[in-house]
Each structure stands twice: as structure tokens, then as C-alpha cells.
């Protein structure tokens, strides 16, 4: 009885481990996702201030 019961607790620790590792990676998955969105709007941001400056420089000219 004592080992059988200490097999289900062992089982049911892992269980909790594997369900604990999956929600760290889900919550990283989820950074990553938001911050290559985030890269992306300051890419065209940048891209778009540079059109601008370049839109008015030729302006100037």
C-alpha cells in the first residue's frame, strides 16, 4: 500500500510539473508574440518618419 501510494503521488507531482512547464511556455509564447508586434509597429513608425523627413526634404529642394 505504501508504495502504490507513494507511485500515485509521484505521478500526480509530475502531472502538476508538466502542467506548470506548459503554462511558463505558453506565458512566454505569448511575450514573444507581443513583443514581435511591438518590433514591428516601431519598424514602420521609423519607416514612416523617415518618409516623412525625406518627403519634406525634397520639398525643400
Known sequence: MG??????QSEEIAE???QM???KTEKKTGRT????RKKKGGL????KKE???????????
Not at 33 to 36: D, L, Q, R, V, Y
Not at 44 to 47: E, F, G, L, P
Not at 51 to 61: A, D, G, I, P, S
Open 3 to 8: 508504495r502504490e501510494a507513494n507511485r500515485q
Open 16 to 18: 502538476r510539473i508538466k
Open 21 to 23: 512547464n506548459a503554462e
Open 33 to 36: 508574440e507581443k513583443s514581435a
Open 44 to 47: 514602420r513608425r521609423k519607416k
Open 51 to 61: 518618409e516623412e523627413r525625406r518627403r519634406l526634404f525634397y520639398l525643400k529642394t
